[in-house]
């Protein structure tokens, strides 16, 4: 059974940083797109970041953009989300991803999900 395993969450003051990991096992990310979902209460769950199967190409939604990055080190089948200049809107639980297809520059409909990590941004 395939499993993404999320990581690095909490509680944080505004201004902080966090960074997450979502590793994977029983499945290889060599040849996937990876993506960053968040989902805040009472809201639909939200794109935030895409990472390219090769690493070569990154997507944000504007609201991260320029505080958040996303990167993969795929000899750990491991991708990360590096989150800066947090702000309380960025409460959320944070979901990785993987493609449901293969070679791609961008995150698609997922494949596979991973449980979800709470953050928490206090003002």
């Known amino acids: 059974q395939v499993q993404l395993v999320e990581s690095g969450g909490g509680l944080v003051q505004a201004g902080g940083s966090l960074r997450l990991s979502c590793v994977t096992s029983?499945?290889?990310?060599?040849?996937?797109?990876m993506g960053w979902f968040r989902q805040a209460p009472g809201k639909e769950r939200e794109f935030v970041a895409s990472?390219?199967?090769?690493?070569?190409?990154?997507d944000y939604a504007a609201s991260v953009k320029g505080r958040f990055t996303i990167s993969r080190d795929n000899a750990k089948n491991t991708v990360y989300l590096q989150m800066n200049s947090l702000k309380s809107e960025d409460t959320a639980i944070y979901y990785c991803?993987?493609?449901?297809?293969?070679?791609?520059?961008?995150?698609?409909?997922?494949?596979?999900w991973g449980q979800g990590t709470q953050d928490t941004v206090s003002s």
């Open positions: 991803a993987v493609d449901g297809g293969a070679f791609r520059q961008r995150i698609g409909v997922p494949g596979y």
């Open positions: 029983r499945f290889t990310i060599t040849a996937y797109a």
């Open positions: 990472i390219s199967w090769n690493g070569g190409s990154t």
